[in-house]
């Protein structure tokens, strides 16, 4: 699948699933624009996808701030003159039970980042794919599709993403803008490391998602990066409103 002259918008894109999108877009010859908040991880991904193709435009922001979101769509476009995929890929995960007297703070938080930033960045770029006939791919989560114990934030701003995308499917399919949800499992990321589990708690937690896993295996960042490209091809030129669920048969067991 060559990806030659588009342009990619990947949030999230200092690591893990957002920085194997990346990559993998790069390779098959794409322009790409990578957000995230952490400097020195975006960096490093600027690195390795300038060894395998087009320099990327490495934009440092925090997608929950509207100025920054107005600054990620149109620096994008200043830089490459169009847009033609967006990856909503960036996220965060929070615990919390609704007894817990912080729970609307982190329901807040946790919405703002996964759910409404989304939104709004979509809304920002909308203008843009429409021109290009391009489309959207929001990178979900099985939890999007269940419910676990002190996650209800989390289960909720995923459930949230995936009905925003079909909403939105059926308003921008007759201008000619697809849009599509890709609902991850377990993926080996630094998900855990990032919300500060020690070293003994994370191996604890991959254990248990293998043991939980029908296929006995936790995926590759970039399993859903080839999927990701997939959708954005024109090998999927009829699929819009659809969510593609990669977990190695998680869900089958919940």
């Not at 922001?61 to 994008?76: C, L, S």
């Not at 009905?163 to 803008?177: C, Y």
């Amino acid at each position: 699948m060559s990806f030659n002259n588009k342009v990619v918008l990947v949030t999230g894109a200092s690591s893990g699933i957002g920085a194997a999108i990346a990559l993998k877009f790069a390779e098959e010859g794409a322009n790409v624009a990578i957000v995230g908040r952490k400097v020195d991880k975006l960096k490093n991904v600027s690195e390795d996808i300038a060894k395998v193709g087009n320099k990327p435009l490495v934009i440092a922001a925090d997608v929950t701030k509207e100025d920054d979101a107005k600054r990620i769509v149109n620096e994008t476009v200043k830089q490459f003159g169009k847009l033609d995929v967006l990856i909503n890929n960036a996220g965060v995960g929070r615990d919390t039970e609704i007894t817990d007297a912080n729970a609307l703070e982190v329901f807040d938080y946790v919405m703002n980042t996964n759910l409404r930033s989304a939104v709004y960045l979509t809304h920002l770029a909308s203008k843009h794919l429409i021109e290009t006939k391009g489309n959207i791919i929001n990178i979900s989560s099985g939890a999007g599709h269940m419910v676990t114990e002190s996650h209800f934030p989390y289960c909720t701003s995923k459930a949230g993403l995936n009905h925003f995308a079909r909403a939105i499917a059926l308003d921008l399919a007759p201008k000619g803008v697809r849009v599509n949800t890709i609902s991850p499992g377990p993926v080996k990321t630094d998900i855990f490391e990032n919300k500060g589990a020690s070293k003994e708690m994370e191996k604890a937690i991959w254990d248990k998602f293998l043991e939980k896993s029908p296929l006995k295996r936790i995926s590759d960042p970039s399993e859903i990066a080839y999927l990701a490209l997939f959708l954005a091809s024109e090998k999927a030129v009829g699929i819009t409103g659809s969510t593609y669920v990669s977990d190695n048969g998680f869900l089958l067991g919940h």
